[in-house]
């Protein structure tokens, strides 16, 4: 079965660089969530999106943006890269209304600020 | 605060053994529960949900209960084999108003080894 694809699997920036992590949800599925997961740490949730409308806004920095596009696919901008931004990134995708079905998640995007 | 709570923190268990590995959340009004499996370095999978109206749900070895009134839920892994071994996190959709927003929030997990 089709599982989240998320692109770039490894990403190396240097401080103040900006970097875009694009995230594909399964086929079918209209909700696309963002979690970042520091070292030790459990995920946090950052940002969602359903039918292409911002969902629910976790603790994501002003620095970062995201966005739904027409295929259901989702990008999240990351600008003025800070090295406390290193972490794994994932992207997670379920069907119908946020919440209400299970959530499937991608294998992460690692990034890693220099 | 809404807070997911997860005990214990790491478990040793000898192959073959049936475990359980709980989670408490302070918030009452949950929408739904999700349990994952996470291996070191990798993605989350996705185990079981159980719905709020639920009072548990299997597959396979795995059974997860749901006790609202208490806060609780607890993952019950039958015979558990080597293969087993990774960090198990639940999390919890909070009930918004009778809807959900999707965002999960994460207990600090269970490091479970199962050795041979």
């Known amino acids: 079965a089709a599982g989240v694809i998320q692109s770039p699997r490894h990403l190396i920036k240097e401080k103040r660089e900006t970097a875009t992590l694009k995230c594909y949800p399964i086929p079918r599925h209209d909700t696309v969530y963002w979690y970042q997961q520091g070292p030790g740490q459990d995920p946090q949730f950052l940002i969602s999106f359903y039918e292409k409308m911002q969902s629910d806004k976790g603790s994501i920095p002003d620095r970062f943006s995201a966005q739904q596009f027409s295929d259901y696919h989702s990008e999240l901008n990351m600008s003025s890269l800070e090295l406390g931004d290193s972490a794994l990134y994932f992207c997670?995708?379920?069907?119908?209304?946020?919440?209400?079905?299970?959530?499937?998640f991608g294998p992460g995007t690692r990034l890693t600020v220099l | 605060k809404q807070e997911v709570t997860q005990i214990p923190a790491a478990l040793s268990v000898p192959e073959g053994e049936n475990l359980v590995l709980n989670c408490s959340f302070t918030?009452?009004?949950?929408?739904?529960l999700q349990w994952f499996r996470q291996d070191p370095g990798k993605g989350l999978t996705s185990l079981l949900l159980i719905q709020s109206s639920q009072r548990e749900q299997t597959s396979g070895r795995l059974n997860a209960s749901l006790d609202k009134s208490s806060g609780r839920s607890t993952l019950y892994i039958a015979a558990s084999q080597p293969g087993d071994s990774a960090t198990y996190l639940c999390a919890v959709s909070w009930n918004a108003g009778g809807t959900s927003y999707g965002k999960l929030t994460f207990g600090q997990g269970t490091i479970l080894t199962v050795h041979p």
């Open positions: 918030d009452s009004a949950i929408y739904n």
């Open positions: 997670a995708s379920s069907l119908g209304h946020p919440g209400y079905n299970e959530q499937f």
